[in-house]
């Protein structure tokens, strides 16, 4: 969480800043721990930074590597590595708006009062402050290891069982899809993020998946280049080709070869897209 329910003035400058679209702008980021809110490190930061080149820095300043790292800013976790600090806050100011004001202050414990951080030019801007906690070795061990293109299947079951390592998983090799837990082969909502991933991991869901319409265009509307995966009477159908195409123009290529081939077809897909 943010300064405990994210009300004081820090970081309400910090959140106002990057919803007016401040990108690199300078911003202080305190690091504190997840029991005592202890102070454990302070980062020079902008609003541009990405949450893994904020790990990276909380890792040299802390020793705790980056997989073993789960910050939490604004009461949400930054699994994305690519995410940049300002659209995390976005995301969470307008989550936030939704909520009641009573359980966003119950939402987490509070953390040190943080002062506002001078920019270069004088002027004020909010000091974030972001919780850390520790995962567990064996997790940090099994994160890291698939990051690197370890197999998931020489995991215990426990970690095929757990959503964040089998996405790692498929984020460096889309058939690790096939050594996942049956729960999460199952689980559609976990198969579209992992689609979203890689679109090598529709050939690893379960053939009812790519068969299925709905799910299968949702899938390309994330990752074109699925639609190479789906059952062949989908890719065969122009009708489902053309709605595919509307999502994702990169669909096309990966349509069955006859409608390739098809010179009105293409035309008619080439519109849509």
């Known amino acids: 969480a943010v ?3 994210g009300s004081d003035a820090g970081t309400e400058a910090a959140v106002a800043a990057a919803g007016a679209g401040v990108g690199a702008r300078p911003v202080a980021v305190s690091v504190v721990g997840v029991l005592a809110g202890e102070l454990l490190c302070k980062i020079a930061a902008d609003f541009g930074w990405t949450t893994g080149e904020l790990k990276a820095a909380v890792a040299e300043a802390t020793g705790v590597r980056r997989h073993e790292q789960c910050l939490l800013l604004t009461g949400r976790g930054l699994a994305e590595d690519d995410e940049t600090l300002a659209a995390v806050l976005k995301a969470s100011t307008a989550a936030s708006s939704t909520a009641a004001p009573a359980s966003a202050s119950a939402s987490a414990p509070a953390a040190p009062e943080a002062a506002a951080a001078p920019s270069a030019d004088g002027a004020e801007l ?22 690197n293109s370890g197999s998931l299947n020489d995991l215990e079951e426990r970690h095929r ?3 964040e390592v089998v996405l790692a998983a498929v984020r460096a090799n889309g058939s690790a899809l096939r050594y996942a837990s049956e729960r999460l082969q199952q689980d559609r909502d976990f198969l579209l993020a992992a689609l979203s991933e890689s ?6 869901a379960p053939d009812e998946r790519r068969r299925d319409r709905g799910f299968v265009l949702e899938a390309v509307r994330r990752n074109g280049p699925a639609l190479a995966f789906a059952a062949l009477e989908l890719r065969a159908d122009p009708a ?20 390739r081939r098809d010179r009105d077809f293409a035309l008619a897909a080439v519109a849509r897209s």
């Not at 679109?199 to 690893?204: P, Q, V």
């Open 161 to 163: 069982a757990d959503p």
């Open 3 to 5: 300064e405990g329910d």
């Open 199 to 204: 679109s090598d991991a529709l050939c690893y």
């Open 126 to 147: 909010g000091e974030l402050t972001v919780t850390l906690v520790r995962e567990s070795p064996e997790r940090s061990a099994a994160l890291e290891y698939v990051a």
């Open 240 to 259: 489902f080709v053309l709605l595919a195409v509307e999502g994702s123009a990169d669909a096309l290529g990966f349509a069955a070869l006859e409608l």
